[in-house]
């Protein structure tokens, strides 16, 4: 996906890159790569109006290029707004013709068969080629290209195994685009790879959408100016929510706890993403500035926290080798990464009491990726929440009501798609 954004760049496209799904990390890259903001697109958490809105965002643009997620077709059981999440959803849609990427490697005519599985597995999905990556050697790409061939399938270049070409990875994917300084050093080699081994003029000409540009669907924020935490601890928030907040006349005032900030006291709410506190505990425990900003303001104001931020507003949180680190204590919640464990899924949230932005009663639908765990949660549950399929959650989410009236809230899931 880098290296294709960075290669029709290179040739004078504006290239819109959006992303498939609840990925809150991918879209920092696509930016560094394009030039331009990327935004998540999820059929199961958007509804249709607000999906087809997200497209203002290609305005001025020569190009789409949607990255997917996952295979195809995969998604959850019980389908969403619109969807069910998968890729497929979106391609059938926006009418966007799709680019199979086949990991060609330990086979040869049998990727064929893959693709042309593909390709007929669901009507209104139209794949126009694939590209063939980890080739091993120019005769496994003879083989691989006559069997899709003989099974009618367009290859639109195949990629060799370059080992040199990686991405550093930690718990919750990718190292964040900001903490990576080689990063365009490596977008630059993987745009040369894509020059060099795919045909980009004809990936540009299968290029095609049936939509009709709809205005975007207008994004209630939660106040009129948020402080934001913003830096390597608290960075996961969804582009297209930050876009929507401005688009309402909102302002955002960003500000770093790591560099022991507190929030703009003129701010009306403060916003604490999700992110990676976990691996900043002392650095957090040592912010007496941030922490005593942030309770003076939570004092009278409304402080939300999501994942991440939800756990830094609470009690403790303690890390990997069981070390426990003060953080905020708006809330009573303490968190542990010494007990591992994977949480990952959609969320549907009805919520108990209103948080900035949304109502009582309202329900919020997001997804939720962590691996810590609850040790303590004795404040006021947040919402009633339920997984794709309807199932109870036991991670609800907290609130408390401070001494001079403000309200601290947290949830472990990310909002993608607010009130219905």
């Known amino acids: 996906m880098l290296g294709l954004l960075a290669a029709l760049r290179a040739r004078g496209l504006v290239v819109q890159p959006f992303k498939n799904g609840p990925d809150y990390i991918d879209p920092a890259f696509h930016r560094a790569a394009s030039g331009r903001a990327s935004f998540n697109l999820d059929s199961w958490a958007m509804p249709g109006a607000m999906l087809d809105g997200m497209l203002a965002a290609a305005e001025g643009a020569d190009l789409v290029l949607a990255e997917g997620s996952m295979g195809l077709f995969d998604g959850v059981a019980v389908p969403g707004a619109c969807g069910n999440g998968a890729t497929a959803d979106l391609a059938q849609r926006m009418g966007w013709p799709v680019v199979l990427v086949i990991d060609a490697s330990g086979q040869a005519q049998t990727a064929a068969a893959v693709a042309q599985g593909l390709a007929r597995f669901r009507d209104g999905v139209t794949v126009a080629g694939v590209i063939l990556n980890r080739i091993a050697s120019p005769r496994h790409a003879a083989l691989v290209r006559a069997g899709m061939a003989g099974a009618g399938i367009t290859v639109l270049g195949a990629l060799p195994k370059r080992a040199g070409i ?243 809230s947290g949830t472990y899931f990310h909002l993608i798609a607010g009130a219905e």
Do not use: N
């Open 166 to 408: 990686a991405m550093p990875e930690r718990h919750l994917g990718l190292v964040q685009a900001e903490e990576q300084p080689d990063l365009q050093t490596l977008i630059a080699e993987a745009a040369g790879l894509m020059r060099e081994s795919l045909d980009l003029e004809a990936l540009i000409a299968a290029a095609s959408s049936s939509t009709t540009p709809v205005p975007p669907i207008r994004i209630t924020p939660p106040g009129q100016r948020i402080a934001l935490a913003r830096d390597a601890a608290f960075s996961f928030v969804y582009p297209h929510l930050l876009h929507g907040w401005r688009r309402a006349g909102a302002e955002v005032l960003p500000f770093s706890p790591l560099a022991d900030q507190g929030p703009d006291s003129s701010a009306d709410v403060c916003w604490l993403p999700g992110g990676y506190p976990e691996l900043h505990g002392p650095t957090l425990a040592a912010a007496d500035r941030f922490r005593t900003g942030l309770r003076a303001f939570a004092d009278r104001k409304p402080v939300h926290g999501e994942c991440g931020g939800y756990m830094a507003m609470g009690q403790a949180i303690i890390d990997t080798d069981g070390t426990r680190h003060q953080m905020a204590g708006l809330l009573g919640l303490v968190t542990s990464y010494a007990l591992r464990k994977m949480h990952l899924g959609y969320r549907v949230a009805r919520l108990a009491q209103s948080i900035p932005g949304q109502p009582a009663g309202g329900r919020l639908k997001g997804h939720e990726f962590h691996y810590s765990s609850i040790l303590d949660q004795p404040d006021a549950p947040l919402a009633d929440v339920t997984d794709a399929t309807g199932a109870k959650v036991a991670e609800t989410g907290s609130a408390r009501l401070q001494p001079g009236g403000g309200l601290s």
